[in-house]
């Protein structure tokens, strides 16, 4: 019996010690016997995954291409080919009985910006090109155009606008207005009439005092860019793994969960922020939008706006599992609602009440707010701060949910 006892105690003692965890046999020091320090397995394993990430980053141009090629080609696109401005609008004008009078007026239509004019002789030409797309608007000044103005009698003139597209015909309106007003002020000085007006406006223009859309519309186009670069580029990054079978290797390494997110996040999260300084930059100092705001507070919205993209297309790579519909699903449910519903292009005020309840759930709202704050108006707390918070929110909600999702064993 004593002899069975001494054999069983180094089985008994083996049992023990591989039961203890073999992590601690696996970080052993070699040589010194030592054991190396709780962290030194887990910064090892990062470092790897990061490095497999840069590698497969760089083995594949597209991932470099969508975030950098693809937002210098939308700032571009949209910075020049898009604009809110309707300037040297083709305009028709009609003189039914040529006169000094009608010859002044016509020719404030030359000294404007806003008006290309074209002359017709009779309101049937001009009609036909209107109807043909050819101009936008007709201004037709009557025969008795020159009697009535000098028997101080009103001189009405006729204005036919295209109204297929609302918004340029209501601008083309109040443009046709201010040529009116402005040679009819000056008109009434040269026959030295004293003009009686009971209001006098000044109109003072605060954030964007020389009135371009282009300062509106880039940091805008900033929070797309960036929604598409952070949503597309992490929405391919497991559903490429599951494809390719690499993943399922992966999964039975020692490697937790926590390090596979890491690993695969933080290799897009500079590619983002790469873009993004790419992109301000460009708005800076190609297009001159103006920039009042803090950078450090531009860094850091930033960074929030980027870990919510991030974490919504890696929610979305991890349930698709297929590159092709991962890539779908991004654009459909980031770039679309940050293009539409973000108050980039159209004003969320004036959206049905149902569709403003909606916007409520898209990032992009929030960091367009921020960006045309910073750009336009400065460092304004009050609308960074609840724009800010509501971003961290969603950063934690995806991301959370993201890792909620991911889980170690094949499904």
Not at 119 to 142: C, K, M, N, S
Not at 381 to 393: D, F, G, K, R
Request: hydrophobic share 50%.
């Amino acid at each position: 019996m004593s002899t069975t006892s001494h054999e069983q105690r180094p089985d008994l003692a083996s049992e023990s010690g591989s039961g203890s965890g073999s992590e601690s046999g696996s970080v052993s020091g070699s040589g010194s016997g030592q054991p190396a320090a709780p962290g030194c397995g887990r910064n090892r394993r990062l470092r790897g995954l990061l490095r497999k990430e840069w590698l497969q980053i760089l083995r594949d141009p597209s991932s470099i291409a969508i975030a950098f090629v693809l937002p210098v080609a939308l700032l571009l696109l949209f910075g020049y080919g898009v604009s809110l401005d309707s300037k040297h609008v083709p305009v028709g004008i009609v003189i039914e009985l040529p006169g000094p009078e009608a010859a002044s007026f016509a020719g404030a239509f030359r000294q404007s910006q806003y008006f290309a004019p074209v002359f017709y002789a009779t309101r049937q030409e001009a009609r036909a090109a209107l109807r043909a797309h050819e101009l936008d608007g007709i201004v037709v000044i009557p025969a008795d155009f020159a009697q009535r103005l000098k028997g101080d009698r009103d001189a009405p003139v006729q204005v036919i606008v295209n109204g297929v597209n609302a918004n340029s015909a209501r601008l083309l309106s109040a443009y046709v207005q201010g040529v009116w007003s402005t040679w009819m002020q000056r008109e009434l000085s040269d026959r030295l009439i004293p003009v009686v007006q009971p209001v006098n406006p000044e109109t003072r223009i605060w954030f964007n005092p020389e009135v371009r859309s282009r300062n509106y519309l880039v940091p805008g186009l900033l929070v797309v860019n960036m929604t598409l670069v952070g949503a597309l580029l992490t929405a391919l990054v497991f559903a490429r793994e599951w494809e390719r079978g690499t993943l399922e290797a992966l999964m039975v390494t020692p490697v937790t969960l926590r390090e596979i997110l890491l690993g695969k996040l933080l290799p897009y999260f500079v590619l983002g922020m790469g873009g993004m300084v790419l992109s301000v930059l460009m708005a800076l100092f190609l297009f001159q939008v103006p920039m009042r705001g803090s950078l450090w507070v531009l860094a850091a919205c930033s960074t929030l706006f980027l870990l919510a993209a991030l974490g919504m297309g890696l929610l979305i790579s991890i349930v698709t599992r297929n590159q092709f519909v991962a890539g779908m699903i991004a654009i459909l449910a980031t770039f679309l609602p940050a293009f539409l519903l973000s108050g980039f292009l159209f004003d969320i005020d004036s959206m049905p009440v149902a569709v403003q309840a909606i916007t409520h759930l898209v990032a992009a709202r929030y960091f367009v707010a921020i960006l045309q704050t910073l750009f336009l108006a400065g460092d304004v707390w009050s609308v960074i701060l609840p724009n800010a918070a509501a971003l961290v929110l969603m950063a934690a909600f995806f991301l959370g949910l993201s890792r909620r999702r991911l889980h170690k064993r094949i499904e």
